[in-house]
């Protein structure tokens, strides 16, 4: 259970030990094993929003901090007003035009961390095709490998200016097609995506959205693309607050109302588990075509405005849709939403403490309301930004990952008839090193014992990062964080995420079996034939 608010931190920590410690562990199951692209692993950038990474060295170094493989170029919507030429967005569109980011930019932030763009051609005001071909050219000239291109960006939505120039669906696969034939012609290397739409159970089928998928899939065809992108947007399910509201965290009454809900015992556990509601909603309902992979190259929360945001919590909604996109074999891209705290305030970095101007100071939050407390500084992480470090961690080098699964009925958490996992988990390959590692999560309020016995040999390393759920993470020293060895079982506190990584060449982490990699194999040819219907 999770504990009153008024325990304070260590006090949460230490009931939840007295009253978990005593469970049988949970043992591990294997399932099927699956190689990771090297850029799996990445963020979108929105540019023109920040100095460009040769004049932003604490932009570069949080890609080498988070271990970002790849980076969205230019970003989402400001892809269809930037002139690649200029490395701006035009005076009026979206967007900061004193920045600029010069494909120069990109070679520099490849040289120095080796992260590799994912092109988003401008299919609007870019030029035409070869215009922006010539500007993939140019960047490969430069030495940035072109090894992901998006053909746009949502255009799916309802814009009139999208809509002035793709009137529909089809009229966009018809395009894409004929881009995508030159782009493999010039580029054979490159994989190519085109655009897919999110649908859920709440979208309006003869919606432009709606229709987009099926109107796409009648021109485009499989063969002439090797992905689809997907956003995955969606709230707390605490309330999410007005479009336009008078500051970032909302009215007094607005902020009020999301907070009594959060302090609810169930509070954090609402957040969390919307992250499995939205997924789920989306499998159930988004058509897509079997055989092309799933490119994510937005996801994030999406509370417009309202005071969870950069709680733990947060974070480990972060961690539990991270988690999702890295055990299902359809996603071979992950970019996160966005680098810094812009906006509607979702990033993994902070802007300054003005991030937390606006957020009611008589809310019962378990800190103190203070200048002190609500002070980050700028390139500070978000708990969100915590979180995906640890996923940059666990996934440094990484070749192959294999799902972890429980078979005990106990490993769920119900909220309001729903259900979630509590604990969730991958084991890592990094072949080149032969370092061994596995990631969990535990996204519930208990402490749950975990049957480590596989990976102990006097050596494996742990490492794990946990708070009270309902802290709004400004440092990192909010959180518990434990460094050690590896004991027969080991206690996964509350709202946890752990690293056990095994040293170079131990070989403690047993191989996948034959029967996983049958398991595997045959999971890989129904990804390939799999066709969702709505």
């Given at each position: 259970m999770i504990r009153?608010?008024?325990?304070?931190?260590?006090?949460?920590?230490c009931t939840a030990v007295i009253d978990t410690a005593s469970a049988d562990p949970l043992s591990p199951n294997f399932g099927g094993l699956r190689a990771l692209p090297a850029d799996y692993f990445g963020v979108n950038q929105n540019t023109v929003q920040n100095p460009a990474w040769r004049s932003n060295p604490g932009g570069t170094q949080l890609i080498e901090d988070l271990n970002f493989t790849s980076v969205r170029y230019p970003g989402g919507t400001v892809s269809s007003y930037f002139q690649w030429w200029t490395g701006t967005s035009p005076q009026g569109s979206p967007g900061r035009p004193e920045f600029k980011y010069e494909l120069e930019d990109l070679s520099f932030l490849y040289e120095q961390t080796g992260t590799t763009p994912i092109f988003v051609l401008n299919m609007i005001n870019g030029g035409g095709l070869d215009r922006q071909i010539e500007q993939l050219t140019e960047a490969a000239a430069l030495g940035v490998p072109i090894r992901r291109v998006e053909l746009g960006n949502?255009?799916?939505?309802?814009?009139?200016?999208?809509?002035?120039?793709?009137?529909?669906?089809?009229?966009?696969?018809t395009t894409a097609k004929d881009w995508a034939a030159e782009i493999r012609r010039q580029f054979p290397e490159a994989e190519i995506a085109a655009i897919g739409a999110v649908q859920i159970g709440s979208t309006d089928p003869d919606s432009r959205r709606g229709k987009w998928n099926r109107e796409v899939w009648q021109t485009l065809q499989t063969s002439d693309i090797d992905a689809i992108t997907l956003h995955y947007y969606t709230g707390s399910g605490l309330f999410g607050g007005r479009v336009n509201a008078p500051n970032k965290w909302g009215s007094p009454e607005e902020q009020a109302s999301q907070y009594d809900k959060?302090?609810?015992?169930?509070?954090?556990?609402?957040?969390?588990?919307?992250?499995?509601?939205?997924?789920?909603?989306?499998?159930?309902?988004?058509?897509?075509?079997?055989?092309?992979?799933?490119?994510?190259?937005?996801h994030s929360l999406f509370d417009r405005n309202g005071t969870v945001r950069h709680t733990w919590a947060h974070g480990m909604f972060t961690a539990a849709l991270q988690m999702q996109m890295l055990q299902d074999f359809r996603v071979t891209q992950t970019s996160y939403h966005n680098l810094y705290n812009q906006a509607k305030m979702f990033g993994l970095s902070f802007d300054s403490a003005s991030d937390f101007d606006g957020l009611d100071p008589s809310l019962p939050i378990t800190q103190d309301f203070n200048p002190l407390t609500y002070q980050p500084q700028q390139y500070d992480l978000t708990s969100s930004g915590h979180a995906m470090k640890m996923f940059g961690k666990a996934l440094d080098g990484a070749d192959r990952v294999q799902k972890i699964w429980f078979s005990d009925p106990d490993n769920w958490v119900t909220v309001e008839g729903d259900r979630h996992p509590a604990i969730m988990a991958v084991r890592i390959f990094d072949d080149d090193t032969e370092e061994r590692r596995v990631l969990i999560l535990n996204l519930s309020g208990d402490d749950r014992p975990f049957d480590t016995s596989l990976w102990v040999d006097g050596n494996s390393l742990l490492e794990m990062l946990y708070a009270d759920p309902r802290l709004h993470i400004t440092h990192p020293s909010l959180f518990t964080e434990t460094l050690g060895e590896v004991l027969d079982t080991t206690l996964l506190p509350a709202y946890s995420i752990t690293l056990i990584?095994?040293?170079?060449?131990?070989?403690?982490?047993?191989?996948?079996?034959?029967?996983?990699?049958?398991?595997?194999?045959?999971?890989l040819v129904g990804v390939r034939r799999r066709t969702r219907a709505t």
């Open positions: 009153s608010i008024g325990l304070g931190l260590s006090a949460f920590l949502e255009y799916y939505l309802d814009d009139d200016h999208w809509a002035s120039v793709y009137p529909d669906g089809q009229s966009y696969g959060f302090l609810a015992p169930d509070g954090p556990d609402v957040f969390i588990r919307s992250a499995f509601q939205y997924l789920d909603s989306v499998e159930r309902n988004t058509e897509i075509p079997g055989g092309p992979d799933l490119w994510i190259t937005e990584t095994d040293p170079v060449g131990s070989g403690v982490v047993p191989e996948p079996t034959a029967a996983t990699l049958l398991v595997t194999t045959l999971a």
